[in-house]
């Protein structure tokens, strides 16, 4: 039977402003505390009287804040969870919650608002103490959830309020989430202050948080150390916010640079800055270090909160112990099954796992992790102590451990040897239990603290795809993500995400989509945003035979209506696999441009072909469906991959040869060049490609139009297309373009945008209105018919067949060629010149040969100079 008890004494009432107050405030709205008490009150009815365990799916919006104190003032435990299901695992993560500990209610936002009742009662025993259910932040493996109660929430927050000198007037901005217990403290401790919640959902980076910032007059933000990696990225110090009176930071260790750099900034602007410490156990805070000392004392964790109280157990002669707090705010104890529940405190004190020391000042100060001690080879290493012996060299590091290994990653290849030499010495281990792995940069968890758990999945894993796997062996979810990890430098994917999501662009799908075909033959069109779990599908070992199949009507399979299908992964044709048409197209195209240069043939068309390339690219991956406003940086990143290699080459070409005048350079001669061909045309492809993704960088900004686009992608593609075909007959009133108007940006835009419909041509009639619209668009434009029919036969061979077939050998070839194509055409008029009317073949393999030299240069050097950023940036901060 479950514990009883009556409401008055299980309830938990934390919102205490005034009547007219503000209590939450939106971007369009604000409420005051009695509307919230009307809101709240009315939510108590909906949960009923009897206490059942209530699972909100938590987000920086009205609705789950008041289903959470609704929640605690009826008695009912709650169970926050994250409310984003699109984040990677965060459906997988709820469902298993949901599974595992058996809710009786779930309050989520799935496309509206509600609370689903999963019985009319509850199944399980809740002790009268218990009134929330946190999960632990960054627990891998099997849920874990703390334990709290009444008093754990209310004397924290109650502490909170008193060391941060909290009241009516405070008002903070939720720039963490609700789950979080960092999050969910600064909602609890402003609501008992009686003061105010700015509730959103955007980046500390994004200029509209800033413009509700100031607008509500909001006093404080909270942030963990990679939101201040954020905020000095974002330009903060030179912002003037008059109403910001404190800043915060938990949630990880921030280097004390850094604590000085931003406690001296708030001495400047007026705004206190805060350090806490804190763990989910002790529901959000144990420790701050008064701002007044944030100069002086940086990297002491500061002193106990009010009510609390430290002390280290089994001190060395250094003073260093496991620090372990005792407070009415530790938890009740753990809960792994529901029946847990149902149990009172077992925890007195609380044994925190780091270790720690009293300074002489009174202060204290983690010196290191108790469970970052491990054995290794028969020897006792602590990874915290060798992260901290290689950022004294300025080589920024993540240790871990697994298999009775050493692992160390760094964020640059030129790194690896010297990191295994240096650890040798720290450690005394041999090098064969050393293993070192090159980063593009550090993941972090959704709270921002250092992903150790990712980047040991992903040692594994690289290990795993070196050793090789066999096609026939079938391919796991596991052995895609660590090639994606590998080749897009990302060891946080994950099993939901996807090319596009990742951030993959047209420069970096050529060696991933060969690597990807290797493992799973022909690929579908649209895996640049199928997740890494629905890629791993194709390549399993067995699929159904023809006779389980369910038929499937011919009409339906036709109708435009039908999703698109996917056929099994075709293994057979070991001397002929099937690449990338986009791939395919680019490799042939480039050869096609220089050969024709360089005199070794006359087939043109090469150029316009490469556009419409271009435009089915951007489609495919700068328009994939991601978050809004990354479609616009998106966008804006890929056009600087092109801008910059070609300023700098053309540049360099004008300082040493006088050869190209200013606006060449800058990319311009498109807008008033000259009327006749000359050298200063040489670049339209560049100009055009760039001043078209410019401006759909600025369309896209704009939320109406994105979401326009999200809705008919086709139909918007489509009208884009048409807008630019009416545009090219209008300019040249008629069909044909003469001299340099087939080169200018306006009248080959179309190009771009009929690549853009062939990516969104997904089903059978889309594919035939636009085959239709290449046959009308494309003849006529040239005046050449042979020119006209590599074009058209390109878009449609782009359009009808996702990949083609390669003889084996040449599909490195390929691969090379497609990949440094920007770059040959960049380099190519330097190169044939002198060898065109003599040995147009040689012209034309040194055209290729310096164009690629020049690619794997420049993405050498590119490499380099990112890591470098990024080992600056991990070498200020240590998290």
Known sequence: MPITRSLETTALRLARGGASETALLTGDAALDYGDLRDRIDARRSELGPTRRLVMIAGANEVEPIVTYLAALEGGHPVLFVDGDRTRAGGAEHRDGLVERFDPDVVAADDGEWELVERRAGTRHELHPDLALLASTSGSTGSPKLVRLSRDNLQSNAVAIGDYLNLGEGDRAATTLPLHYCYGLSVVNSHLVAGGSLLLTSRSVVEEPFWEEFGTAGATSFAGVPYTFDLLEASGFERRAIPSLR???????????????????????????????????????????????????????????????????????????????????????????????????????????????????????????????????????????????????????????????????????????????????????????????????????????????????????????????????????????????????????????????GLGGDSLSYVEVSLRLEELLGALPREWPSMSVRELAELGAPATPAASERPAVDASEAASDEAAPTVAPAVRSRRWMPRVETPAVLRALAIVLIVGTHANLFDLKGGAHLLLAVAGYNLARFQLADVAGRHRSLGILKSTAQVVVPAVIWIGAVALVTGGYRPATVLLVNNFGGDAAWSVHWQFWFIEAVTWTML????????????????????????????????????????????????????????????????????????????????CVAVPGFFGTPSREAIVLVGILVLLWFPTLPVLRPLVPVVGVLAGASMFIYLTHWQVYPPLEDHVPWLATLLSLAVGVAVWKAYTFVVARAGRAIRRRASARVQT
Not at 312 to 340: C, H, K, Q, R
């Open 695 to 774: 401006v759909l960088a600025a369309v896209f900004a704009i939320p109406h139009v994105d979401r326009l686009e999200r809705r008919y992608p086709f139909g918007f593609a489509f009208g884009v297309l048409g807008a630019a075909l009416t545009a090219r007959v209008a300019f040249l009133g008629g069909v044909e373009a003469h001299a340099t108007e087939r080169y200018t940006t306006l009248m080959v835009v179309w190009c771009i945008a009929l690549g853009w419909l062939v990516a969104r041509s997904g089903t059978l009639r889309q594919r035939l209105v636009t085959s239709a619209v290449a």
């Open 246 to 500: 404190y800043v915060t930071q938990a949630g990880g260790r921030l280097h004390p640079d850094r604590v000085r750099r931003f406690a001296a900034l708030g001495r400047e602007r007026g705004f206190e800055f805060t350090v806490m410490y804190g763990q989910t156990e002790a529901t959000a805070r144990m420790a701050y270090l008064p701002p007044r000392l944030a100069e002086t004392a940086a990297g002491a964790i500061g002193i106990p909160i009010p009510g609390g109280r430290f002390r280290i157990d089994g001190p060395s002669a250094e003073g260093v112990g496991e620090l372990v707090y005792d407070g009415p705010n530790v938890m009740m104890g753990y809960a792994t099954e529901p029946a847990d529940f149902a149990s009172g405190r077992i925890v007195d004190e609380l044994r925190t796992g780091d270790l720690a020391r009293r300074r002489p000042d009174g202060l204290f100060e983690i010196v290191g992790r108790a469970n970052r001690f491990v054995k290794v080879f028969g020897l006792r290493i602590d990874l915290d102590r060798v992260e901290r012996l290689f950022d004294e060299h300025d080589v920024p590091v993540r240790a871990a451990s697994a298999d009775e290994r050493l692992l160390l990653f760094v964020t640059a290849d030129r790194l690896v040897d010297r990191a295994r030499e240096r650890a040798m010495e720290i450690t005394r281990l041999p090098a064969h239990v050393i293993r070192v792995h090159a980063v593009a940069e550090f993941p972090r968890t959704a709270s921002g603290k250092p992903d150790t758990a990712a980047l040991v999945r992903y040692a594994a894993e690289l290990e795993a795809a070196q050793a090789g796997v066999s096609r026939g062996d079938g391919v796991t979810p596991e052995t895609i993500r660590a090639l994606y990890a590998e080749l897009l430098g990302r060891p946080d994917t994950e099993a939901d995400d996807s090319f596009a």
